[in-house]
């Protein structure tokens, strides 16, 4: 009969295992830098300063980490029941 699983002689569950979604991006906003740039509208001049979206970390969660995240909430939960 054969088997749908990799075979983990192959190596092939190994990849499998090793190959994950990235779990964050380059926050849109800021380019990554987790700082704005001061900058000038007219007659008003916007401070710069920690980004607001990624708050300074650059970086944002993509789906995948997201699930990651929710994952080791609910665990950390379970836990202290």
Known sequence: MASCSPDA????????MTELPPLETNCE?????????????????YQGG??????????LPTEAGNAVIAFIRNQQRARNL
């Open 29 to 45: 906003k800021c380019g990554g830098a987790g700082m704005l740039r001061p900058r000038r509208e007219g007659t008003v001049i």
């Open 50 to 59: 920690q980004c607001d979206t990624c708050r300074g970390a650059g970086k």
């Open 9 to 16: 002689e192959s190596g092939e569950l190994l990849e499998m």
